[in-house]
């Protein structure tokens, strides 16, 4: 028995896994995240169609994607070019929600950079686990370049800082509200 993890992603934020279960194969593994997602999105559709649930194995490596939006039976009742377009919003809005998260946890390692390049501790955390500050890892998000403290680490977190500050400013611009 192989022990898989589950990640949803919400909205901006996301929610892990930190026991797992205990499956046979990969197939059961999937068997058991489409009723997760859709227990999960049962009454609430609209609600939940843009969210994602990763299986990831014990190293935290993916496995496979498994998009709410695949499993919606409330679309059934629509012709295929409705469902078509309803799928393709609620992909772009699974995106714009991963890169937000995605910005987000850069920002936090960006002033955590910022802090440590100072002189002064920083620490930051998302539902209780460390992302940023020393011995932090930000579970895969992290940049290859900066492994240590070094005399370039304020200007990689002004760069980490501009491309946080440009995806967050896509994410709000008129072209990309109202996408519900």
């Given at each position: 028995?192989?022990?898989?993890?589950?990640?949803?992603?919400?909205?901006?934020?996301?929610?892990?896994?930190?026991?797992?279960?205990?499956?046979?194969?990969?197939?059961?593994?999937?068997?058991y995240?489409?009723?997760?997602?859709?227990?999960?999105?049962?009454?609430?559709?609209?609600?939940?169609g843009?969210?994602?649930?990763?299986?990831?194995?014990?190293?935290?490596?993916?496995?496979?994607?498994?998009?709410?939006?695949?499993?919606?039976?409330?679309?059934?009742?629509?012709?295929?070019?409705?469902?078509?377009?309803?799928?393709?919003?609620?992909?772009?809005?699974?995106?714009?929600?991963?890169?937000?998260?995605?910005?987000?946890?850069?920002?936090?390692?960006?002033?955590?950079?910022?802090?440590?390049?100072?002189?002064?501790?920083?620490?930051?955390?998302?539902?209780?686990?460390?992302?940023?500050?020393?011995?932090?890892?930000?579970?895969?998000?992290?940049?290859?370049?900066?492994?240590?403290?070094?005399?370039?680490?304020?200007?990689?977190?002004r760069?980490?800082?501009?491309?946080?500050n440009?995806?967050?400013?896509?994410?709000?611009?008129?072209?990309?509200?109202?996408?519900?």
């Amino acid at each position: 028995m192989r022990r898989y993890y589950f990640r949803l992603y919400q909205d901006s934020s996301r929610v892990d896994d930190r026991d797992g279960v205990a499956l046979a194969s990969n197939a059961q593994a999937r068997r058991y995240a489409e009723d997760l997602v859709r227990e999960l999105m049962r009454h609430a559709e609209i609600r939940t169609g843009h969210w994602t649930l990763e299986v990831c194995r014990a190293d935290g490596s993916v496995l496979f994607e498994l998009p709410f939006a695949a499993l919606d039976d409330s679309l059934d009742r629509f012709p295929p070019a409705v469902r078509s377009l309803v799928a393709k919003v609620r992909q772009t809005r699974r995106e714009l929600a991963k890169a937000c998260f995605q910005a987000r946890m850069l920002q936090l390692q960006s002033a955590a950079i910022r802090a440590r390049s100072a002189g002064r501790p920083y620490l930051a955390a998302v539902n209780g686990h460390q992302i940023a500050g020393r011995g932090a890892r930000m579970s895969g998000l992290e940049p290859k370049a900066m492994p240590n403290a070094g005399p370039n680490d304020s200007l990689d977190a002004r760069r980490l800082q501009l491309q946080s500050n440009a995806i967050c400013a896509a994410a709000k611009s008129p072209q990309t509200r109202g996408t519900n």
